[in-house]
């Protein structure tokens, strides 16, 4: 019996999977923070507001994702704000939407 022979063309398209399949999963693997999510925002002091800012910025520069779109980044923040805070968000959050 012999082995069937494989083309230029097929070895091209399987190794183009291949790396295709090693990328998304090395992306997935990259786009883990070291830090945690920060804590829903809900507008009651500026304390909170400054925490919540210094916890968002740093958990914001980890995601690949957030880097280079303000529209995300500023959808994201927001998307953090509860309570009053939300009450006060929605409108700008359904602004950045609709770009």
Do not use: C
């Not at 022979?5 to 090693?22: G, R, S, Y």
């Not at 009651?44 to 968002?56: C, D, K, L, P």
């Not at 957030?66 to 923040?77: F, M, P």
Request: net charge positive.
């Amino acid at each position: 019996m012999s082995t069937p022979e494989v083309n230029t063309n097929q070895l091209m398209a399987q190794l183009i999977e291949q790396v295709a399949q090693l990328t998304a999963n090395l992306h997935k693997a990259s786009a883990k923070s070291s830090m945690n999510k920060p804590e829903l925002f809900k507008g009651s002091s500026s304390a909170e507001a400054r925490r919540f800012i210094a916890q968002y910025q740093s958990w914001a520069m980890e995601q690949p994702d957030l880097s280079n779109n303000e529209g995300k980044l500023i959808k994201a923040a927001l998307g953090f704000f509860s309570g009053k805070a939300a009450d006060w968000a929605t409108p700008y959050l359904l602004d950045v939407t609709k770009r």
